[in-house]
């Protein structure tokens, strides 16, 4: 074992340490447990605070049926809400347009008749402008109560707040935006082309992934300095620098990104427990937190009314700063305090193996094998915790909701995780201790900690992760070594206090990493546990570690992991929560007279495998915008359905070179319409719809929502390789209805229902 020796903890006892390390975890656990929590507020409260009651009349109003673009409960909704702020007396107007998106990542771009609801209030004496927005479309077949009917309801219960307070300085602007859920299209409308009243501008975005949770302000643009001052005066906020990092993992996006790019300021705030309920039939507005609303509401009213009175021609010049939330509020700090807060960290793990190797406690060898032995325990405990979903999702795939791939009922999976985690850890520390020091694991974990704040310097959010979750125990082990031997209890006293204060961040952080769902939170909060668990050792390095041990810890491990996952199926098993959802789409191909069902997900029961009998593999004519997504399919009824025209309005020639003027309608009025140019016909040079300019491509097509009765215009300016122009053009809705014989189990919902019908042209 080296020159090394094993040394108790001076003036110490087993029993002491473990009397510590339980009063630590309970006093812990209390905070993040039974966190202070406001109560929503009634239609009687007072006209100048927040109600959820009031804020939920307007979801009510909106989210009784499906609103994309397009459809007769989108123009209901806009209709609605133009009404009502038009009585609270702001002034209002709806803002047509095309909104549009090409993704290099995506052959076929989108675009949208757009219809922006803005309604502002002048300020008496602006020094820039603040925006209320939130969307007001939703996805096919979801009636979006969460997924943006609480940033709507929060948006006017906000405007309607302000109007029971003192005048705004500042001008205040509501924007509704529309097409959100096609790719950003309103607010790529609004932002690139809608001059606001008063620059600079502050956006409150707010969003959801979820119908329950606390909200989150995920991210906020650079420079954020003012912003974040303002934020943390505001009630109940939740922030992190570190989500950002997170949230760009995630295949979502919103409205903030427009802004952002356009040089608006702006937050990005949302909820998102509850994910199994995203983008689904049954995302209703009783399945919506009331808490969740009441929260997101006094928050954003906080802030807004902070910014309405506050002087905002300083924004541009705030500077930057990082940010956590900690128990008393929010814990913000420049850029630059933070690397200096690694650094500290970094000299207070070097300070703690210094000491204890000049007292003979650990060698330097035996450090650097206890930081590797970390790095790989924290990476195997981020897998663990992965593994108790991913197992149930293997022997029942329908236990999952499609979109978020998250069961109703997740905090048993959620358990077995943190379990999985710590049984990883535990091992890890037990095998350890066999044969090596105890202290040395400590320092070990303690550099890798310091090591990775260090590196992550230029990562915002992340030398902050570190520093608040395992500082203060490193301090306080530090305090503990340069005590004198006879301190008696004071070294027990300044390791518990230290544990103390980076376990009070620590499970907080595992607990709301499961908000991003399981299928990205748990690895997640594996990770987080490892780091927690980090700042534990010191309070465990009396407790001895034996083979016995280790075979005790991983059979117990295992044991546990088990148990909660099976109790976890049993309470997400069929029939015992929420009808369970699938997805189905339909085709028709009008030139053959034949149709499919598809769905870009495996069958997920007896129904759908039934329909589902094939694939997967792409199916580009029936489904030309998801052309290399592979499409489990079966052969479906044909539907009594009228196809896409084409109608040429405009054809000129010049040896290669063409230019052709259509127009693109649906005589059944569907939601939306596409086209696609074979690429083996013709290269495009360029490109107009409806008035926008697209971006041309060899592999041009488009999605184009809300194109009206009277259809849209698309002009074309193309390189002929062939005599005939070879196009592909579809329209969409979403009544499944519509098909002949069609009828899903009780027990089954479908989510994002899709009727195309496709047809082929030679011009």
């Not at 975005?205 to 906020?220: D, L, Y």
């Not at 997920?604 to 199916?619: I, K, M, V």
Request: hydrophobic share 45%; glycine share 10%; with cysteine.
């Amino acid at each position: 074992m080296d020159s090394a020796e094993v040394v108790r903890h001076p003036a110490t006892s087993r029993r002491g340490h473990l009397l510590a390390l339980l009063g630590v975890l309970l006093v812990a656990g209390i905070i993040t447990l039974f966190p202070a929590t406001g109560r929503s507020l009634g239609t009687d409260a007072p006209p100048d605070v927040f109600s959820a009651a009031r804020a939920a009349e307007t979801i009510d109003a909106i989210a009784g049926a499906p609103r994309p673009p397009g459809s007769p409960a989108h123009t209901a909704a806009r209709d609605h809400l133009v009404s009502t702020l038009e009585s609270l007396g702001w002034t209002t107007r709806v803002e047509s347009g095309v909104g549009w998106m090409a993704r290099p990542t995506e052959a076929t771009q989108r675009g949208a008749r757009v219809r922006n609801i803005v309604a502002t209030r002048s300020g008496t004496d602006p020094t820039g402008t603040v925006m209320l927005v939130a969307h007001y479309d939703t996805v096919r077949g979801s009636p979006g109560a969460g997924d943006d009917g609480i940033g709507v309801g929060t948006v006017l219960e906000v405007a309607r707040a302000l109007d029971g307070g003192p005048p705004p300085r500042n001008d205040v602007v509501v924007l509704l935006t529309d097409g959100e859920e096609n790719g950003l299209l309103g607010a790529h409308r609004f932002a690139g082309t809608q001059p606001v009243r008063t620059d600079p501008v502050v956006v409150l975005n707010h969003e959801a992934r979820g119908n329950s949770g606390a909200p989150n302000t995920f991210r906020i643009t650079s420079p954020n300095g003012v912003l974040v001052d303002t934020l943390a005066r505001a009630p109940g906020v939740n922030a992190d620098s570190l989500t950002e990092l997170i949230f760009e993992a995630l295949p979502n996006d919103t409205d903030f990104r427009r802004f952002a790019e356009n040089g608006f300021h702006a937050f990005d705030t949302a909820i998102s427990a509850g994910s199994a309920y995203y983008h689904s039939p049954l995302d209703t507005p009783d399945r919506l937190s009331r808490t969740s609303l009441q929260h997101m509401g006094e928050t954003s009213l906080a802030i807004a009314r902070a910014l309405a009175t506050a002087d905002l021609a300083d924004v541009d010049e705030g500077g930057d700063q990082v940010m956590t939330t900690a128990p008393w509020g929010l814990l913000h700090m420049p850029r630059w305090a933070e690397t200096v807060g690694a650094l500290v960290l970094g000299g207070v793990a070097a300070a703690i193996v210094v000491l204890r190797v000049r007292r003979r406690e650990t060698s330097l060898w035996q450090v650097g094998a206890a930081g590797a032995v970390t790095l790989l325990a924290s990476a195997l405990a981020a897998g663990a915790a992965w593994l108790p979903w991913w197992s149930a999702q293997a022997i029942d795939p329908g236990m999952a909701s499609p979109v978020a791939d998250e069961p109703y009922r997740p905090e048993v999976f959620e358990f077995a995780a943190i379990v999985a985690a710590i049984g990883v850890l535990v091992v890890a520390r037990s095998w350890w201790g066999r044969v090596r020091p105890p202290g040395a694991l400590t320092c070990g974990a303690f550099v890798l900690v310091a090591v990775l704040a260090v590196a992550g310097i230029p990562f915002p959010g992340v030398p902050l992760t570190m520093i608040v979750l395992v500082l203060p125990s490193a301090v306080g082990l530090l305090v503990a070594l340069l005590l004198p031997r006879r301190a008696g209890v004071l070294p027990l006293v300044a390791i518990t206090m230290g544990a103390l204060g980076s376990l009070i961040f620590g499970l907080p952080a595992v607990v709301v990493s499961f908000d991003a769902g399981l299928l990205y939170g748990a690895p997640v909060a594996g990770l987080f546990v490892a780091i927690t668990c980090t700042a534990l050792l010191p309070l465990c390095e009396p407790f001895p570690a034996t083979t016995r041990a280790v075979a005790i810890s991983a059979t117990g491990t295992v044991v546990m992991v088990v148990v909660c996952t099976l109790v976890a199926g049993y309470l997400n098993r069929d029939g015992a929560t929420d009808p369970r959802q699938e997805y189905l789409w339909y085709s028709l191909d009008a030139d053959r007279g034949t149709a499919v069902w598809a769905s870009p997900d495996a069958p997920r029961s007896d129904w759908s495998q039934a329909l589902l009998t094939t694939g997967p593999e792409p199916l580009r004519p029936a489904f030309p915008w998801r052309e290399h997504t592979p499409m489990h399919y079966g052969s479906a009824p044909v539907a009594e359905l009228e196809a896409p025209e084409v109608e040429i309005l405009e054809d000129t020639t010049g040896g290669s070179a063409r230019k052709i003027r259509l127009r693109l309608t649906s005589p059944r009025n569907a939601q939306a319409v596409g086209l696609w140019v074979d690429a083996t016909s013709a290269h495009v040079h360029g490109a107009t719809v409806d008035g926008y300019r697209a971006e041309p491509s060899d592999d041009f097509g488009f999605l184009f929502w809300a194109p009206g009765p009277d259809g849209i215009e698309v002009e074309l300016t193309l390189s002929m390789l062939r005599n005939r122009l070879g196009l592909r053009v579809a329209d969409l809705g979403d009544d499944l209805g519509v098909v002949p014989g069609f009828a899903p189990p009780a027990d089954r919902v479908v989510v994002q229902p899709t009727v195309a019908v496709t047809r082929s042209l030679q011009l």
